[in-house]
Protein backbone atom coordinates (compact mmCIF):
# COMPACT_ATOMS: atom_id res chain seq x y z
CA UNK A 1 0.00 0.00 0.00
CA UNK A 2 3.03 2.13 1.18
CA UNK A 3 4.40 2.00 -2.58
CA UNK A 4 1.01 2.66 -4.15
CA UNK A 5 1.14 6.04 -2.37
CA UNK A 6 4.33 6.88 -2.93
CA UNK A 7 3.86 6.10 -7.17
CA UNK A 8 0.91 8.12 -7.28
CA UNK A 9 2.38 11.21 -4.89
CA UNK A 10 5.14 11.05 -7.87
CA UNK A 11 2.77 11.16 -10.34
CA UNK A 12 0.66 13.47 -8.93
CA UNK A 13 3.78 15.90 -8.14
CA UNK A 14 4.51 15.37 -12.46
CA UNK A 15 1.18 16.76 -13.35
CA UNK A 16 1.61 19.61 -11.43
CA UNK A 17 4.89 20.66 -11.99
CA UNK A 18 3.56 20.22 -15.36
CA UNK A 19 0.68 22.11 -15.24
CA UNK A 20 2.47 24.95 -13.66
CA UNK A 21 5.04 24.86 -17.11
CA UNK A 22 2.01 25.35 -19.36
CA UNK A 23 0.20 27.73 -17.29
CA UNK A 24 3.45 29.74 -17.03
CA UNK A 25 4.31 29.61 -20.71
CA UNK A 26 0.82 30.80 -21.85
CA UNK A 27 0.62 33.55 -19.68
CA UNK A 28 3.94 34.63 -20.32
CA UNK A 29 3.11 34.42 -24.13
CA UNK A 30 0.08 36.62 -23.72
CA UNK A 31 2.44 39.12 -22.05
CA UNK A 32 4.67 39.26 -24.82
CA UNK A 33 1.97 39.36 -27.31
CA UNK A 34 0.13 42.38 -25.55
CA UNK A 35 3.23 44.00 -24.23
CA UNK A 36 4.92 44.36 -28.25
CA UNK A 37 1.71 44.04 -30.36
CA UNK A 38 1.26 47.99 -30.49
CA UNK A 39 5.53 48.26 -31.30
CA UNK A 40 4.99 45.62 -33.94
CA UNK A 41 1.68 47.29 -35.71
CA UNK A 42 3.67 50.16 -35.78
CA UNK A 43 6.84 48.50 -37.45
CA UNK A 44 4.84 46.97 -39.95
CA UNK A 45 3.44 50.32 -41.08
CA UNK A 46 6.91 51.86 -41.01
CA UNK A 47 8.22 48.98 -42.99
CA UNK A 48 5.40 49.22 -45.77
CA UNK A 49 5.85 52.89 -45.81
CA UNK A 50 9.59 52.13 -46.63
CA UNK A 51 9.11 49.81 -49.32
CA UNK A 52 6.54 51.83 -51.00
CA UNK A 53 9.02 55.26 -50.52
CA UNK A 54 12.01 52.87 -51.74
CA UNK A 55 11.25 53.20 -55.36
CA UNK A 56 12.56 57.16 -54.92
CA UNK A 57 16.01 56.10 -55.67
CA UNK A 58 15.08 54.75 -58.88
CA UNK A 59 14.92 56.87 -61.59
CA UNK A 60 11.84 59.10 -61.04
CA UNK A 61 10.32 62.56 -61.39
CA UNK A 62 10.05 62.98 -57.78
CA UNK A 63 11.54 66.09 -55.86
CA UNK A 64 10.41 66.60 -52.38
CA UNK A 65 10.84 64.86 -49.08
CA UNK A 66 8.15 62.13 -47.92
CA UNK A 67 6.57 62.13 -44.42
CA UNK A 68 6.40 58.40 -43.66
CA UNK A 69 3.58 59.26 -41.17
CA UNK A 70 1.44 60.50 -44.22
CA UNK A 71 0.64 57.09 -46.53
CA UNK A 72 -1.42 60.10 -48.77
CA UNK A 73 2.11 61.97 -49.34
CA UNK A 74 3.52 59.28 -51.38
CA UNK A 75 1.36 59.36 -54.22
CA UNK A 76 3.67 62.17 -55.55
CA UNK A 77 5.70 59.75 -56.99
CA UNK A 78 6.09 59.01 -60.72
CA UNK A 79 8.42 56.04 -62.36
CA UNK A 80 9.74 57.20 -65.80
CA UNK A 81 8.72 54.29 -68.39
CA UNK A 82 12.04 52.31 -69.55
CA UNK A 83 10.77 49.26 -70.57
CA UNK A 84 8.17 48.19 -73.09
CA UNK A 85 5.43 45.58 -72.68
CA UNK A 86 7.53 42.91 -74.15
CA UNK A 87 10.62 43.86 -72.78
CA UNK A 88 12.62 46.47 -75.40
CA UNK A 89 13.91 49.39 -74.12
CA UNK A 90 12.46 52.59 -74.54
CA UNK A 91 14.26 55.40 -76.21
CA UNK A 92 15.18 57.69 -73.61
CA UNK A 93 16.22 61.37 -73.95
CA UNK A 94 20.04 60.54 -73.99
CA UNK A 95 21.50 59.32 -77.36
CA UNK A 96 22.91 56.07 -77.04
CA UNK A 97 26.46 56.28 -78.30
CA UNK A 98 27.34 54.73 -81.46
CA UNK A 99 30.06 51.88 -82.03
CA UNK A 100 33.37 52.08 -83.89
CA UNK A 101 33.18 49.11 -86.25
CA UNK A 102 36.48 50.85 -87.90
CA UNK A 103 38.19 49.41 -84.71
CA UNK A 104 37.06 46.37 -84.29
CA UNK A 105 35.59 45.05 -87.77
CA UNK A 106 32.30 44.67 -89.04
CA UNK A 107 30.42 40.92 -89.42
CA UNK A 108 27.16 39.65 -90.35
CA UNK A 109 24.79 37.17 -89.02
CA UNK A 110 26.39 34.45 -91.82
CA UNK A 111 29.81 34.90 -90.14
CA UNK A 112 27.91 33.98 -86.89
CA UNK A 113 30.72 32.68 -84.25
CA UNK A 114 29.08 30.71 -80.76
CA UNK A 115 29.66 33.81 -78.59
CA UNK A 116 28.53 31.87 -75.23
CA UNK A 117 31.98 29.93 -75.20
CA UNK A 118 33.02 32.71 -74.01
CA UNK A 119 33.09 32.94 -70.32
CA UNK A 120 30.39 35.53 -69.09
CA UNK A 121 28.26 35.51 -72.14
CA UNK A 122 24.85 33.50 -72.05
CA UNK A 123 22.16 33.31 -74.41
CA UNK A 124 20.76 36.42 -73.47
CA UNK A 125 24.24 38.48 -73.61
CA UNK A 126 24.82 36.49 -77.03
CA UNK A 127 21.89 38.11 -78.33
CA UNK A 128 22.59 41.70 -77.33
CA UNK A 129 25.82 41.55 -78.61
CA UNK A 130 24.31 40.11 -81.81
CA UNK A 131 21.62 43.07 -82.14
CA UNK A 132 24.16 45.78 -81.82
CA UNK A 133 26.49 43.71 -85.09
CA UNK A 134 28.68 41.86 -83.07
CA UNK A 135 28.77 38.47 -84.41
CA UNK A 136 32.55 36.92 -84.01
CA UNK A 137 35.50 36.31 -81.70
CA UNK A 138 37.92 38.61 -84.06
CA UNK A 139 35.67 41.41 -83.46
CA UNK A 140 35.45 40.91 -79.57
CA UNK A 141 39.49 40.21 -79.44
CA UNK A 142 39.80 43.85 -81.06
CA UNK A 143 38.25 45.82 -78.57
CA UNK A 144 39.43 48.79 -77.15
CA UNK A 145 38.49 50.43 -73.29
CA UNK A 146 36.30 52.55 -75.58
CA UNK A 147 34.79 49.59 -77.53
CA UNK A 148 34.13 47.71 -74.41
CA UNK A 149 32.54 50.71 -72.46
CA UNK A 150 30.21 51.47 -75.32
CA UNK A 151 29.15 47.74 -75.60
CA UNK A 152 28.53 47.64 -72.01
CA UNK A 153 26.19 50.85 -72.42
CA UNK A 154 24.44 49.57 -75.41
CA UNK A 155 24.02 45.86 -74.03
CA UNK A 156 23.05 47.23 -70.69
CA UNK A 157 25.53 45.12 -68.79
CA UNK A 158 27.74 45.29 -65.49
CA UNK A 159 29.96 47.76 -65.50
CA UNK A 160 33.50 46.46 -65.85
CA UNK A 161 32.52 42.84 -66.14
CA UNK A 162 34.15 42.49 -69.70
CA UNK A 163 37.41 43.09 -68.37
CA UNK A 164 36.77 41.18 -65.09
CA UNK A 165 36.00 38.31 -67.46
CA UNK A 166 38.81 39.21 -70.10
CA UNK A 167 36.12 38.60 -73.17
CA UNK A 168 39.00 39.79 -75.36
CA UNK A 169 41.98 37.50 -74.29
CA UNK A 170 39.20 34.25 -74.67
CA UNK A 171 37.96 35.45 -78.02
CA UNK A 172 41.78 35.74 -78.76
CA UNK A 173 42.47 31.95 -78.04
CA UNK A 174 38.68 31.29 -79.28
CA UNK A 175 39.46 32.66 -82.75
CA UNK A 176 43.06 31.07 -82.78
CA UNK A 177 41.28 27.54 -82.27
CA UNK A 178 39.38 28.20 -85.66
Known amino acids: MLDFLNETNWWCLFLL ?5 LLGWLLSRWTIKNKYKKALDDCEKRN ?32 IKTRDHGGISVANDQEKPKLNFDSFG ?12 ISGVGPF ?19 TKEDIETVT ?3 QFFPGRIE ?15
Open 17 to 21: LLLAF
Open 153 to 155: TLI
Open 48 to 79: ALLKNASNIKANSTFSGSINLDDPISNNDIKA
Open 106 to 117: KADASQKDDLKL
Open 125 to 143: IEEKLNSIGIYTFDQISKF
Open 164 to 178: RDKWTKQALKLKNKE
